[in-house]
């Protein structure tokens, strides 16, 4: 604003008219130089490059004169290969005559080079390695509320910003903060709206030419640039340039909220500007070149990833709605349309966002959310028909075309209509709230942040209750997406209705066939279990064994049986091989004797889960009566691992019970442990009477078998059993102690997704101590080994406070620990958060629980 005259007040009538791309001056954390197209003379300077670069005279003065005849080859080579304004060619730590080294950005703009220099940053900070690192950690992302928030924390992690935030535009204008990561003692933005006249057209035009602005301080001195107007009175264009002089009016709006630097990215999608990575914080900040254009390869990189993304979340949201169209169309095959829609009406909102759903039928209102009451129901219909033409009828602004609808406008400002006949007009409608009655606000929006030198107009509260005056009676509007969805929507309930009748004759016809086929199904699955019992039923009593023992022997195999098919039917045709093992061993566990089992991630399919179940039984029952669960102090191990090529071993060893001798005949149990695997699944068995105990080996093929998905308990993946949903609360303050940043960041993300909101992370252990006395976490994670040192002082600082703890440690760091410390649960790294989460909750939760 430097260019306008002194008398002209700035205020929000003329701030959209403010030539903020010709502001007359920079910011004073560096030094511009404008010169004539081929580098030759000087024509333009900011005031303080005499002080910032050593160089006494500068406009007017031949370019080798003052930097010198390396520098100026070395800037008109960069020149050479530079491609448009937006992309200005880069050199860093470069020593002018002055000896002082600077990073320099140089780019052309019409007949003029615009050279800024800024003190050289660490040498050692490499721009591409650390945008191919923070690029590496989004690349694999496929949802884009992962994007988002992951790419929050990247940048808050790189950059040092004390709040990080994704900011969307909407089709209004106005902004959401959708993903943020902040410091822990400053207020939440998460989830508010900032009305669209907070960023002027001007400004977003920019964020289109020059997609990284920072703004060094937010009460810096601008540094003036002389001339101010050139020979043919033109002020410089400084729309490309780094250090561009912030607006005046952005840099009050920065005060008022406290912020003492901000820098933004911004997101360009399909050309257009999409949102902004917005960065604050709350001191001044000088964010060297190296990390700056960083940053700019990062956003270039997300805008792709999230376009890709957001395509690919249009087709799944097209695919899945088309599916359950389909789904529809099917159930509406077997019994009356009207029945169909009136069951299914909630699940119909799942098409498109909505804020309620209603059916006008037959001259009947069904409704689920928030809608209009029953009795305007005829109305609408009436009015929709007389506006939709047959087709897909859609608004955002209800009562200005339906001016009965005002009294509604506060549940139902925006209506979507989906025809579902012709005579009689029957409609699915689906309503959307007044935009500023569903704004979710993460703080009071009527509290007031602190007024500027010209009052409270660009306070953000305030600037909100004015836009809140111009999108009233108005709902989010529906998109282009909502309208396809509607459309086949549309398309495929129409079918249902015309091709009911022939469709219902067809599915009458194919469930003949169907039952028919379920039945032979049905009779040959029960010849099968008969087979199998009656073999059970006609081995004979081995010589000396009671008819009781026989019987006993006969009730657990057919209960073995039992209990494995029970468990295919529950599991979609299979099951883990840890719920086998812990069902047929339970009964077995006791005081007296120690049984463990490692078989976690290992799934099997039906046919092997059947045969398991009765080699397992067998196994339990011979240890029971003569093995090592016979005794006290015997100990069984049981461990099943899936191997390189997809195949199971499992293995079984007996230890500390009676000597073991081998069989002296085989009985139809050492035949159903030694042929069943082999002859039914095409593996290997090898059962070993070791006179120390009883070692069996199995090797079940890899198309028997699966790695486990783990599942979810109550919402915490991998807690122990009897874990309550409710065990770790979501805002258990954790220390986490951990001195690699990208590391620290892993385990903040891994938590934050599992619901974890109160993350304190240091990287030292005199931090770590700092928090502990003054934050009083409930729990802590401590890296064992911090480089330079150990956590071995915090571990005893949290003792003495009685503060819970885990250790995180590699391999070979084990050694670190003191055996005054051996019972503290170890986390191995690389972290799993289920691991993690199991020995949060050991430490945590009463062993009840945990």
Request: hydrophobic letters at 45%.
């Amino acid at each position: 604003m430097t260019a306008q005259p002194p008398t002209q007040a700035v205020d929000l009538t003329n701030c959209d008219r403010e030539p903020i791309h010709i502001p007359g001056s920079i910011q004073p954390h560096g030094a511009l130089i404008a010169f004539d197209a081929s580098l030759t003379t000087a024509l333009r300077s900011s005031a303080n490059c005499v002080e910032l670069l050593g160089i006494a005279a500068i406009n007017g003065s031949a370019t080798e004169r003052m930097l010198g005849g390396e520098v100026t080859h070395q800037l008109r080579n960069a020149l050479s290969t530079a491609g448009d304004s937006a992309r200005p060619a880069l050199l860093f730590n470069i020593e002018l005559p002055s000896g002082l080294r600077f990073d320099i950005a140089l780019h052309r703009y019409l007949s003029t080079v615009i050279v800024e220099f800024e003190p050289a940053g660490n040498p050692n900070e490499q721009p591409l390695t650390v945008a191919r690192e923070m690029i590496g950690r989004i690349s694999r992302i496929d949802t884009v509320d992962q994007l988002v928030q992951q790419a929050a924390r990247l940048v808050r992690g790189i950059l040092g910003y004390d709040r990080v935030m994704i900011y969307r535009f909407e089709k209004d204008g106005a902004g959401k903060v959708i993903a943020e990561v902040k410091r822990a003692d400053i207020e939440s933005f998460l989830g508010q709206y900032f009305p669209g006249s907070d960023i002027p057209q001007q400004a977003r035009t920019l964020y289109l030419k020059n997609t990284i602005r920072i703004s060094s301080s937010s009460d810096y001195r601008p540094v003036r640039v002389n001339p101010v107007l050139d020979l043919s009175g033109e002020p410089l264009d400084l729309s490309y340039a780094h250090l561009r002089s912030v607006s005046p009016i952005h840099l009050e709006y920065l005060r008022n909220m406290g912020v003492g630097a901000s820098m933004s990215i911004s997101i360009i999608v399909d050309g257009e500007l999409w949102g902004l990575i917005a960065c604050h914080h709350y001191a001044s900040r000088v964010l060297p070149m190296s990390l700056r254009v960083a940053a700019e390869m990062f956003g270039e990189f997300f805008s792709l990833q999230l376009s890709a993304l957001r395509q690919k979340q249009k087709l799944d949201v097209a695919t899945q709605a088309h599916a359950y169209l389909d789904r529809v169309l099917q159930l509406a095959s077997q019994r009356d349309v009207e029945d169909v829609l009136v069951d299914n009406l909630g699940d119909f909102s799942r098409l498109m966002p909505n804020d309620g759903i209603a059916l006008w039928y037959g001259g009947r209102w069904l409704s689920r959310g928030a809608t209009p009451a029953a009795a305007e129901g005829p109305a609408l219909a009436a009015f929709v028909s007389s506006v939709g033409s047959g087709r897909v009828w859609a608004t955002h602004t209800l009562s200005a075309r339906f001016p009965t609808a005002e009294a509604y406008h506060q549940i139902a400002s925006g209506l979507l209509a989906i025809p579902l006949s012709q005579t009689p007009r029957d409609y699915l409608f689906f309503f959307r709230k007044e935009l500023v009655q569903t704004l979710n606000w993460a703080g009071d929006p009527e509290k007031s942040y602190i007024s500027g030198p010209m009052g409270d107009r660009l306070t953000p509260r305030k600037s909100f209750a004015i836009w809140k005056q111009t999108v009233e009676k108005q709902a989010q509007p529906w998109t282009e997406e909502d309208r396809e969805i509607a459309e086949a929507a549309r398309a495929a309930l129409v079918e249902v209705v015309l091709r009911h009748n022939e469709m219902l004759e067809e599915e009458r016809a194919k469930a003949d066939v169907r039952q028919r086929m379920l039945n032979e199904e049905l009779n040959h699955r029960v010849k099968n279990i008969l087979a199998v019992i009656k073999s059970l039923v006609g081995q004979p009593v081995a010589p000396g064994r009671s008819l009781q023992e026989y019987v006993a022997t006969l009730k657990g195999r057919i209960q073995a049986l039992s209990f494995a098919h029970d468990q295919v039917i529950r599991g979609a045709g299979g099951g883990a091989l840890a719920d086998l093992l812990q069902a047929e061993l339970s009964p077995y566990r006791s005081a007296t004797s120690a049984i463990a089992i490692d078989a976690d991630g290992v799934w099997t399919d039906a046919r092997a889960y059947s045969v398991m179940a009765l080699v397992l039984h067998e196994l339990a029952t011979n240890a029971a009566k003569y093995g090592a669960l016979s005794v006290t102090g015997g100990r069984l191990d049981v461990r099943a691992v899936i191997t390189a090529n997809g195949d199971c071993t499992i293995e079984w060893r007996e230890s500390g019970g009676p000597p073991v001798s081998p069989p002296s005949r085989e009985g139809f149990g050492t035949a159903l442990l030694d042929r069943s695997v082999p002859f039914d699944l095409g593996g290997e068995s090898e059962v070993t009477y070791a006179p120390e105990g009883v070692v069996a080996r199995f090797r079940l093929p890899s198309r028997h078998v699966r790695r486990a998905v783990a599942e979810a308990v109550g919402g915490l993946q991998g807690l122990p059993r009897g874990a309550s949903a409710d065990g770790l609360p979501r805002d258990l303050p954790i220390l986490l102690l951990e001195d690699q940043m990208l590391i620290a960041m892993d385990v903040e993300g891994m938590l934050a997704d599992r619901g974890f909101t109160r993350i304190m992370t240091t990287s030292t252990a005199d931090q770590a101590i700092k928090t502990i006395e003054r934050s009083k976490p409930a729990v802590a994670i401590l890296d064992v080994n911090l480089g330079g040192g150990t956590s071995i002082g915090v571990a005893e600082v949290l003792l003495a406070h009685r503060i819970p703890f885990v250790f995180a440690t590699g391999y070979g760091d084990g050694g670190m620990i003191p055996a005054a410390l051996s019972d503290v649960p170890v986390v191995r790294k690389p972290y799993a958060v289920e691991a993690l989460l199991r020995a949060l909750a050991r430490v945590m939760l009463p062993p009840s629980q945990s």
